[in-house]
C-alpha cells in the first residue's frame, strides 16, 4: 500500500490511474522495485502528495513567515485575498502552517488555531474538493466536478478550485485520495473535455487570485511563480513588502460609519449598524465587505437600509402556524428557509391563508413530521398493535419495544395505532396506550422535543445541545436523533418543530460532528432491533422496512412468524459468550459462540427454536447439552454431506467440499440427503459444473483451409506450431487439468502427464515440463512445511517463476476459476481470497485486457496476447465443446480482425433500407457480422478494408446493402418488425409463435403481416404486454386530478427515492425501450439521454441493463448471448438478472436477443435461454425476486405483483 493524501492505494490502483506505467508495476510485484523507491519518484510525488500549495506570505526584507490566516489578521492581507488563498490550501489536501511546517486538515487547523472559526464553515466546503462532495440523491461521495454538474456547489467557486488542482498536480479523485492524470480524471468522471479546454485556456473569470503588491488578477499558477519555493518543506510562499498595509484598520472604518448619515433614520451608519437589527456577525462581515472594497460606502449604506426594512416588515407579521407542540411564527419558518421569502409575503399581504401554506408538503414535514414507526403489523392476522401490547404478548422483546417508544416520544408524540391518536406521554399513560412503569423513561426521551433546561440559564436547549453539555449520554442521545432526523429532521425545542439540517447546524441545535457521527453505519449507530432479520439496524434503515397504511399514513413493522419468536438480551448475551471450537465444516478450526453457529446455515429456523427454547427453559443445567447437540448436527451435516461423492480434479469431491467452498447451498445439501436431487442433476447444474469440469480448452489445432484436427504435440512436431508457442499451450492444458487429444476426444490428464507421455500424446522429452505445470491442479509442496500449497502460493514462495505462474493462474481463471489442490475442484474468487489462493492485484492484473498478462502467441501474426484473447481467436469444435486454435497453411487466409481495425468498422455507421434491419442504423461491423454476409465474403471485405483502409469504405458499404437487397428479393418470406429489428415469418414459425395455417394465409395474400401482427398471441411477442412506463401524481394545477410522469422525472422532484426509479427504469430498459409517458415515445438508452428523458449518470447502468434485450457478448466466442446465459457466465450479478429475468415475464416472456423477439417458455427452454431451476426460482415469489418496491405500501414486491397496482393509460 502506498500512501496518498488521504488513505492509501494498492500498486495495482497506481497502474490503473496512470500514476505509474505496466512495467514498473510488474517490478513492484517481483519486488525489483520497492515501494520506499516507488514513493522517491517525482512523478509518483506529484500525483500522491501534489506539488506544493500556497502555504503562507514571507515579508521582505526581514524573512518572516507567516499564515494566510495570521496575514488576514494583522491587516496585511485584505479577507478578499486571503480566503481564496485558504481555500485553495483546503482544496488540495491541507490548511498550512509555514511556521511549524504542519499540514492539517481544515478540524485540526482550528483546533491548533492555524485558522479561525469565523473561516471554518466556507473552508470545510472547499475541503469537500479533496473528501468529496455527498449527492443528495445517492448519499454517495461524487467529485467537485459532478458536485458542480449537479448544482451542489456554483460553477465559478468550482473552476476556481480545480484550478488550483491542476496547478498542484491535476485533479483531486475523492474515491481514490490523490491527483490523477488528465486523461484518468477523464476516464473517472471527474473531468469532461469542455472543462478540461477552459481550466488550460483560463479567461478573466478564473483570475480569481490577486497579487497583493500590484491589485492585478492573476491565475493560482500565475499566482505561484510569483512565490519563493521553500526546499524543506515544498511550501510555496508569497512575497510581501513588509510595509505593506493595503487595508483599512478597524479606528478608520468606525470613524468614517460615524461621519456617514443615513437620512432615512435620522442616524449615522455606526448606530444603525450597531442596533438591535443585525448580529455581532452581520457586523463584522458589513466592516470586511467594506475594507476589501466588495462594497462601497453608497452600497453598503442601501443593503443596510434593504435588510432594516424587510426585518420590520418581519416584525409587523404576526401570523403562526401549529407545530408539534404549539404555533409556530412564520418569522422563524422564514428564518430557517422552511417558507421561500415570496411565500412569506404572500401571507403577510393575504393572498395565502396560513391553512394553505400548512398543507404544503415541504412545509408540513417540518411542522409535523414525516411520521414515526407507529407500530407493528402482525402478518398472520392483519392485526395492527401497539409496540406496548406487542411487549405485553412477547410478540417484541422489551428492550427493542422500549426503544421505538422513545423514539415515538423524542419526535413528539405516541402514537395508538388502533385508534389513530397521537398523544403526549402523560396522556398515553392516562389513556393505558403505554403503562405506568415506562412513563419516567418516556419523558425523559420527550424533553427531546419539550427541550432540556441548561442549568446555567434556565433556558430550553435542544438534545444536542444537552449532550454537549453532559445532560445526556451519547448512548441515549444517537438513537433519539436518528429518529428525529428520520422523521423530518432535528427538532427545535424553543418553537417545537422539525428544522433543516443546514438551520439547526446554524443556531446551534445541531453539528456537523454529531451529523458525521451519524452518518457512521457501525455498532455505535445500529442500535434499533428488527425482529424480522434479528440484526441491528438504525432507525432509518427500520422505518425503511415499514409499510404505510394507506388510510390512517401510518408507518408499522410488520411482523412475520418468525420474528415473533423472541429471544431476550440476557439468553442472547449468554449464547454468544459461550464458544465452540469447530473441528470440521465451514467453521473448521475456528471458535465460534453458540448464537453464531445457531444462527448459521447449518440450523433451520425450527431447529435454532427449539434448542434456545430448551435453554430458555432449562438455563445452565442444558448448556452443555446444547453445545453437544450443536457440535453432533454440525458433524452429521458434513457426514452426510460426504456419502455424496463427485467426479472432481484428480480426486473425488464430497458434497460437503462443495458446500464449504460455496458451490451450493444448505438446501441443495439437504435435497441431496432427502434423495430430491441426485449426484448427476447437481454435477448437470451450470453453477457447480464450471467448477468441477471447467470449461473453453484449447484442445488442439485446426488447420484451415483444410479443416484438420490435430494435438498440440503433433503440431509443433509438423513445424506447424514453434516449440515455444506449443510448450505454453500444453503447460496450460496440463495447468487447467487435462492434456487433450482432440482427434480421439479424451482427456488423458485423468490419468496425469505421464499417462499422456506413456500413450504418446506427448514425447517425454516434454515430460518433466508438464509434470511441473501439472502442480497447478495437484499442488506444489512447500520445501519450509511440507504441505500442499496452490499455484498462487508457489509463486508468492518463489517456488515458481512468476512469469510462467502468472501464465497459468489466466489460464485457470478464463478456463472456469482458480483450481484448490487440496480440495480438487476451481473455486469462485471470492472464496480463493479468502483460502489465500489468489489476491485483489493480481485478479486486477489477470482480468484486465489492456495491462494483463500475455504470454501466449498467436501462431499466423506471432503476436503477444493473454489465454482468453487467444480463445477469442480459435475456432469452437461441435462435438466437443472444445476450442481449436486455427492455422493457416497461407499467411494470406487468416481471417483474423485485429482492435484497432473493428473499432473502425464499428465507428462506421449505415442506414439499412430494406430487410431485417430496415430503417436502423447500424455499423458496419454489425453489417458484417450478419446473416446476410457469408463468412468468405466478410474475409473478403474486410481484407479489402485492411488493405485500402477508409478509400474502400463507401464501396463496401455500397457492396453490404446490394447483397442485402438481392436476397430480400430472392426472399419470398414476409418479415414482421420485432423489437429492435425486422423477424421473418419463418421465425416466428420456428419460435412457434405461428402455424403452419398463417405462413399459408401470407403467402396466398389472405392476411398481411400487419394484421398478423396485431392478432394477441402474436403481438404480445413482438411488442410485449407493457412495462411500467411512468408514474401518476396528484395534479397541483388542477385539484382532484392526477398528472403523468416519467420515472426520472419523479425521482428529480423526490416523489421515487433513487433506487426504486433505477430498478423501474432499468426493467423498462431490459424489456425493450425507455418509456416518455407524457409524449408516449419509446426510445433506446441512448435515445432516451439524448433527449433527456433520463440524465446522463444513469446512461452506463441502463445500457448494461438494455443489453437484456440486444445481448450481451460472450468474451470467449464473441457470440451474441441472453440474459439468462450471461448469468451463467457470470457476466451479470445474480440477483441483478433475476430482476430483469422476472420483469421480461411480467411483460411478455423472455427476449431472443438474436432474433429480437420474445418466446414461449418451451422454445426458451430450447434455446438455452431459461431453465427448470430458473423457472422455479421465479414462480415462487420469495426474497430472491422480490425486487421492486411499491412506493405507497413500502414492500418489496416482484414486477408482476407491481404492475398489478399499476392502472393502465386511457391515452
Known sequence: KFPALRGNVSAYHLMETGVIDRALFEQVLEGSVTPEQVLRMDSVRKYLYGSGSIGGIVLQPSNQRMSIYEAMKQNIVVPGVALPLLEAQAATGFIIDPVNNQKLRVDEAVKEGVIGPDVHEKLQHAEGAVTGYKDPFTGKKIPLFQAMKKGLIPDKQAMQLMEVQMATGGIIDPACGHHIPLESAQQRGCLDEDTSKALSKPSSDHRVFCLPDSKESVTYAELIQHCQKDDVSGFHLLPLAQAAAPAYTDEQIQRIFKETTVKEKGVSLWELVHSGYFTEEQRSDFMERFRSEELSLEQLVALVLRLVGEMEMKARTQISLEGLRGSVPVVWLLDTGIISEKTFEELAQGVRTPEEVAAMESVKRYLKGTGSIAGVFIEASKQKMSFYDAMKNNLLLPGAA????????????????????????????RAAVVGEELSEKLLLAERAVTGYTDPYTGGSISLCQALRKELVPLAEAVPLLEAQLATGGVVDPVHHLHLPLQAACRYGFFDEDLNHTLSQL?????????????????????????????????????????AMFCVDEQTMKVLKSVTVCVNVGRFKGQTVSVWDLLNSEYFSDSKRREL??????????????????????????????????????????????????????????????QGKKTVKEVTEMESVRRYLEGSNFIAGVLIQPTNEKMSIYQAMWKGILRPGTALVLLEAQAATGYIIDPEKNKKFSKLSVDEAVSSGLVGSELREQLLSAEKAVTGYTDPQTGSKISLFQAVRRKIIVRDQGIRLLEAQLATGGIIDPVHGHRLPVDVAYKRGHLDEDTFLLLSDPDHGSKGFIDPNTQEKISYSQLLQRCAKDRESGWYLLQVLEKEGDYFYIDEQTKNALLCTKVQVPVGKYKGQVLSLWELLCSEYITEEKRKELVKKYKLESQHIVQGIIETILKIIREKEEARSDVWFQGIRQQITASELLSAQIITEETIEKLQEGKKTAQEIAQIESVRRYLEGTGSIAGVLVPSKAEPGKTEKMSIYQAMWKGILRQGTALVLLEAQAATGFLIDPVKNQKLSVDEAVSSGLVGSELKNKLLSAERAVTGYSDPYTGDKISLFQAMKKELIVRDHGIRLLEAQIATGGIIDPVHSHRVPVEVAYKRGYFDQEMSQILSDPGDDTKGFFDPNTHENLTYLQLLRRCVPDPD
Not at 523 to 545: A, G, H, M
Open 522 to 562: 457501525d455498532d455505535s449507530t445500529k442500535i434499533f432491533f428488527d425482529p424480522n432479520t434479528k440484526e441491528n439496524v438504525t432507525y432509518q434503515q427500520l422505518k425503511d422496512r415499514c409499510i404505510r397504511e394507506a388510510e390512517s399514513g401510518l408507518w408499522l413493522l410488520p411482523l412475520s412468524e418468525n
Open 612 to 673: 434456545v427454547q430448551r435453554y430458555k427453559d432449562e438455563k445452565a443445567e442444558v448448556l452443555q447439552e446444547i453445545t453437544t447437540s450443536i457440535t453432533t448436527i454440525i458433524q452429521e451435516t458434513e457426514a452426510q454431506g460426504k456419502k455424496f461423492a463427485f467426479k472432481g480434479l484428480r480426486k473425488r469431491v464430497s458434497a460437503s467440499d462443495l458446500f464449504q467452498s460455496q458451490l451450493i447451498d444448505k438446501k441443495t445439501l439437504d435435497e441431496l440427503n
Open 402 to 429: 422500549l426503544r421505538l417508544l422513545e423514539a415515538q416520544a423524542a419526535t413528539g408524540y405516541l402514537t395508538d395505532p388502533a385508534t389513530n391518536r397521537r398523544l403526549s406521554v402523560r396522556d398515553a399513560v
